[in-house]
């Protein structure tokens, strides 16, 4: 920035206008990298507050809260959320999957099993994700995809044996964990149809609010039986951190970027999210890593190398759920991703 000196004519550079010169690629990019890291940190938050909220107290009224703010920020944007006819029934099973179901494994995950081991587990999506497409047909796999496939099986299975030691998840969170991030990948692969016709925007609040029905319904006895009162100021910030900068900011952070950086690029990024995930819970939680389960999370979390560029999500959840509409999960479909999910 110049600034010109009234009366003088003198002209100053500021230290200020270096910022303005860094290209509007590295701001996305810095962007994409603060959402990936507070969706790092969702899991860690997420397994505190489940340590004051009943799972589906906490995770219901958060994704009925989102879809609300969702809906009027679509709605300001396009001026309506109307969905035609023939994508109702699409949009009702993706919703059920991809949002309902993930959620109902996701926090009970969570529950079961320590956050360092669900944020490795979650390795795994990217990889579903692949196969999935291949799957379905949106896209064709190769070898590379193949042998990741084989290599993060072969990590998990670690996982699984060493849950019988000290292990900080259990063979149920790890179980569940598995489904909440199958049943996000299934949802990154059905939504592509969607994204070519909805803007992100807009898939995101009626996907959320077509999830939250279902999930205030599954969550009513322990709505009702959830005691209010005993949540504490942390439990309360720790929703709060899940609803607003885990869940709304860092999706509307992903929409704004992924059309600058590219899928393939924001893949690297999101492939750090297990890693960081697992870190966070080892720092604020002290939670324990036995050999085992670091031995299985290096294994699972290095056959993410060996997908081809491009491959996997494209937000992407990342984490499950950290959920928005994957849109540019999948590189050739051109669509998301995609948080999930956490």
Not at 20 to 38: F, T
Not at 163 to 189: D, E, K, N, Q
Not at 285 to 299: F, T
Request: net charge positive.
């Amino acid at each position: 920035m110049i600034i010109v000196v009234p009366g003088s004519g003198r002209r100053l550079t500021t230290f200020a206008s270096r910022w303005p010169d860094l290209s509007a690629h590295a701001r996305a990019e810095l962007l994409l990298l603060g959402a990936v890291l507070v969706w790092s940190l969702n899991f860690s938050v997420s397994k505190y507050a489940l340590g004051r909220f009943s799972p589906l107290a906490f995770t219901a009224p958060r994704y009925a809260l989102a879809a609300l703010i969702f809906c009027g920020i679509a709605f300001r944007r396009e001026g309506s959320l109307r969905v035609r006819q023939p994508d109702v029934r699409l949009v009702l099973a993706a919703a059920a999957v991809g949002i309902w179901l993930n959620q109902l494994a996701f926090v009970y995950a969570l529950r079961l099993a320590g956050a360092a081991t669900v944020a490795l587990l979650f390795g795994t999506a990217p990889i579903l994700v692949a196969v999935f497409a291949h799957v379905s047909r949106i896209e064709h796999v190769g070898a590379r995809t193949w042998l990741a496939t084989a290599v993060s099986s072969l990590g998990v299975a670690v996982l699984v044996i060493g849950s019988g030691g000290s292990l900080s998840g259990s063979l149920g969170g790890i179980i569940l964990c598995l489904v909440s991030s199958a049943t996000w990948a299934a949802y990154s692969c059905a939504v592509v149809p969607l994204s070519r016709a909805y803007s992100p925007y807009r898939l995101s609040a009626v996907l959320t609010l077509a999830a939250s029905m279902p999930l205030l319904a599954s969550a009513a006895l322990q709505l009702w039986g959830q005691n209010w009162a005993d949540i504490g100021i942390g439990g309360w910030l720790a929703f709060a951190y899940a609803l607003v900068p885990a869940y709304v900011l860092s999706n509307l952070v992903w929409f704004r970027t992924i059309g600058l950086v590219g899928a393939p690029r924001a893949a690297l990024y999101i492939n750090l999210e297990p890693f960081l995930g697992a870190l966070c819970a080892v720092l604020l939680l002290s939670e324990h890593v036995g050999a085992l389960e670091a031995v299985g999370g290096v294994i699972t979390a290095g056959a993410l190398v060996l997908l081809p560029r491009g491959a996997g999500i494209g937000k992407g959840q990342a984490s499950p759920d950290a959920f928005e509409p994957a849109v540019d999960a999948i590189d050739r479909a051109k669509c998301s991703r995609a948080p999930a999910a956490g």
